[in-house]
């Protein structure tokens, strides 16, 4: 039987160019050639290097396992070298990811953001990674259950054998750090409950209840909660693979033909339709948005990446990015005010509370006026 196969897709913030718009050429060269020495030494079998927004993406496969110390120390390094390039070019937020000054053991509350799993390859192996800026792990809750809930995106759940059993949906509750088990079809209420608020519960893996099989997989980290104050939206990923016993390449695809919406945008703290583009188009430059995600698709072959194909650069997702300006613009029209801006829970992860502090003083217990107003 042939060795499991690792995917392990890892992502951080650690310079943008210009501001928090886009990646700087001479990080992707960088993590390319460092990337290029760990496959001839032996540790990769392959790997890609890609960019979404101001994130640098690393999709790496191997035969380690998940949360491998190799790996993710690798990955590390990467970044680290990356940092020392954007501190020469001064681009933008340099190492802001990197919440730690060294590597210790794994990825795990580090800063960046990951997503992995381990399984093995199936006589074709077709695998979709997403990747999104401006915007949190939650932003993957809606697609998610469309793709492997919802039979009005995929087809599968009603006229597969294979895929009429369902899915098992793993949710983190990301507050208390505990996850549930659900199972679709018979629980989706349960599922949707939770699932239906994202910035609190996040689905980080869904298995094929058929086979048994990883379907899917996120990054769940909230960089807000582990270093305790806002530093930059988490600008998830995710891997989903397709086709036989999981949904079909243009089901996993469908849910981004509508834009929904999602946290993040300017400064974090907007909500923004997600927009599906082509790498190329993933430079986030309105109000620092609208968010974005683009979708790389790989076959693997004994762990070798053939691929990407740049699947939303396609004239049938152009409807989607019209109603996803058309939604920004509408929002736009709100400015500060919610719920275009996030609520104010959502808000005290960031600096609103500084400004709460310096106005603290004047509040006065619920009366009117009654003193002339002093000068100030
Ligand atoms: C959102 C984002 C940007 C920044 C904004 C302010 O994820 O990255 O919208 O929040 O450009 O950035 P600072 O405060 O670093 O000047
Ligand atoms: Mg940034
Ligand atoms: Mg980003």
Not at 139 to 167: C, K
Not at 170 to 195: C, F, G, H, Q, S
Not at 213 to 226: P, Y
Request: hydrophobic share 40%; with cysteine.
């Amino acid at each position: 039987m042939a060795e499991p196969i690792t995917l392990s897709v890892i992502k951080a913030d650690i310079g943008g160019y210009v501001g928090h718009s886009g990646m700087h050429p001479a990080l992707m060269e960088a993590a390319q050639e460092r990337l290029e020495f760990a496959r001839r030494q032996g540790d990769l079998i392959d790997f890609h290097v890609t960019a979404c927004g101001d994130d640098l993406g690393l999709v790496l496969t191997h035969t380690l396992g998940n949360d491998n110390e190799i790996i993710h120390k690798l990955a590390w390094q990467v970044f680290a070298e990356c940092t020392d390039i954007a501190k020469e070019l001064k681009l933008y937020g340099a190492g802001q990811d990197l919440l730690s000054d060294a590597f210790s053991g794994n990825m795990k509350g580090m800063g960046p953001g990951y997503a992995e799993m381990t399984f093995e390859e199936r006589p074709a192996e077709p695998i979709i990674i997403f990747f999104a800026d401006k915007t949190s792990a939650g932003a993957w809750n809606l697609p998610l259950y469309r793709m492997f809930a919802d039979p009005f995106t995929t087809a599968g759940l009603v006229i597969s054998p294979e895929l009429h059993q369902g899915f098992c949906f793993v949710v983190l509750d990301v507050k208390e750090n505990r996850t549930i088990e659900l199972n679709a079809p018979e629980e989706i209420y349960d599922l949707l409950a939770y699932i239906g608020s994202p910035g609190r519960y996040t689905i980080s893996q869904v298995y094929s209840r058929a086979t048994g099989d990883i379907a899917a997989a996120s990054s769940t980290q909230r960089l807000s909660l582990i270093a305790g104050k806002y530093v930059g939206k988490d600008d998830p990923v995710c891997i989903v693979r397709s086709q036989s016993q999981f949904p079909a390449v243009g089901e996993i695809l469908e849910p981004f033909a509508t834009p929904h919406l999602v946290e993040g945008w300017m400064r974090g703290s907007h909500h923004g339709p997600l927009m599906p583009v082509s790498v190329a188009q993933a430079t986030p430059s309105r109000f620092d948005g609208p968010p974005r995600v683009i979708a790389l698709g790989f076959q693997l072959a004994q762990g070798r990446l053939i691929g990407p194909r740049d699947m939303f650069d396609d004239p049938s997702f152009d409807e989607a990015r019209h109603q996803a300006n058309l939604i920004a613009e509408y929002l736009r029209r709100h400015g500060p005010f919610e719920p275009h801006r996030l609520p104010l829970a959502d808000m005290e992860y960031t600096t609103l509370p500084q400004i709460g502090q310096k106005l603290e003083h004047r509040w006065r217990d619920g009366k009117d006026k009654e003193e002339p107003v002093a000068a100030f």
